[in-house]
C-alpha cells in the first residue's frame, strides 16, 4: 500500500532561518507531488506542484521553493522565512489521473517567531 | 478563473441529526472531478467522497452522499445520522482531467453536538 511521510510535525523558526520541509511517497511511482499551505481557520492554498523529477511549478510567488531531487521524494526550502510563511504546510500526492483524489501527509505546523 | 466556493464558514447538528454542506463551482470544462474532504483536529485531510462529473448517479459512502447538480455547478455533502466523531472541517475539491491541480474551497466547520 502507498503511504506518505512528512517532517517535521512540528517547527520553531526564527525569522531570517532558513527552512527545510520534507516529505517521501512509499509505494508507487512517478507521483504528482504538492505542497499546500493552510493558514490559520482557512483554506488550502497551493503552493507548489510536480508531475515529475526536476520539474516544479509555482502557483504563488513567494520566498518559497520547492525540488523534486528523487521520483518520490519533495523538498519545500527557503532561505530567509519570514513571520507570514507561519502556518500548516501539508503535502499531498497523487497519481497522474486527477480523477483519483490526492491522499496527504500529517502536516507540519511552522511557527515564526 | 476555475473556483470552488463553499459558503457555510461554520455550521453546527445535533448527533442523529441529517446536515447538508454546500459547494458551489465555476468551470468552464465539462470532464471534471469533485471530491469532499475531512480534516479533524488531528489535521489529517482525509478523502470523504468523490464523484465524477459524467456520472448522473450521486455518489454515497455509508452516512455521507453529495447531491451534485452539474447544470447549477452545486455539489452539496449530505451527513446522515450525525455523529460527534464528525466534528472537523470539510471541503470540497474540484479537478479538471488535463490539469494536475486541486482547487479547494475555503471549508466548512462542522461541530456535532451531543
Known amino acids: 500500500s502507498q503511504t506518505i511521510h512528512q517532517w517535521p510535525a512540528t517547527l520553531v523558526q526564527p525569522v531570517g532561518s532558513p527552512l527545510s520541509l520534507e516529505c517521501t511517497v512509499e509505494?508507487?511511482?512517478?507521483?504528482?507531488l504538492y505542497w499546500y499551505r493552510q493558514a490559520a481557520g482557512r483554506g488550502l492554498q497551493l503552493l507548489f506542484y510536480s508531475v515529475g523529477i526536476g520539474q516544479i511549478s509555482s502557483e504563488v510567488p513567494q520566498n518559497l521553493s520547492a525540488s523534486r531531487p528523487q521520483d518520490r521524494q519533495f523538498i519545500l526550502s527557503s532561505k530567509k522565512l519570514l513571520l507570514s510563511d507561519s502556518g500548516f504546510y501539508l503535502c499531498a500526492w497523487s497519481v497522474l489521473q486527477v480523477h483519483q483524489p490526492q491522499h496527504f501527509g500529517d502536516g507540519t505546523r511552522l511557527s515564526i517567531l | 478563473a476555475q473556483t470552488v466556493t463553499q459558503s457555510q464558514p461554520e455550521m453546527s447538528v445535533q448527533e442523529a441529526e441529517t446536515v447538508t454542506l454546500s459547494c458551489t463551482y465555476d468551470t468552464s470544462e465539462n470532464n471534471y472531478y469533485l471530491f469532499w474532504y475531512k480534516q479533524p483536529p488531528s489535521r489529517q485531510m482525509i478523502l470523504v467522497i468523490r464523484?465524477?462529473?459524467?456520472?448522473?448517479q450521486n455518489a454515497t459512502e455509508n452516512r455521507f452522499s453529495v447531491n451534485f447538480q452539474k447544470a447549477a455547478k452545486s455539489f452539496s455533502l449530505k451527513i446522515s445520522d450525525s455523529q460527534l466523531g464528525d466534528t472537523a472541517m470539510y471541503f470540497c475539491?474540484?479537478?479538471?482531467?488535463?490539469?494536475?491541480?486541486?482547487?479547494f474551497g475555503t471549508g466548512t466547520r462542522l461541530k456535532v453536538l451531543a
Open positions: 475539491a474540484f479537478a479538471t482531467s488535463g490539469t494536475y491541480k486541486y482547487i
Open positions: 464523484q465524477e462529473a459524467y456520472k448522473q
Open positions: 509505494g508507487t511511482s512517478n507521483p504528482n
